[in-house]
């Protein structure tokens, strides 16, 4: 019995895809020091979406 298209197909297919490299973020989200290198800030604080201490500005997200 001959071998159809789709079969072919199937057999060159079936070897796992590499996996592809993903960028490593450390999980934050909180209110101690910010995360990002060179800030000195040692505490979120604000209300909004980014820290209210002079010279940090970063997001919450940014801060342990």
Do not use: L
């Amino acid at each position: 019995m001959p071998i159809t298209e789709t079969e072919r197909r199937e057999t060159k297919s079936s070897a796992p895809a590499a996996p592809q490299p993903q960028e490593q973020h450390a999980v934050c989200n909180g209110y101690g020091a910010c995360s990002k290198s060179g800030c000195n800030c040692q505490g979120f604080e604000g209300s909004g979406g980014t820290c209210g201490n002079q010279g940090c500005g970063h997001s919450y997200q940014d801060h342990w």
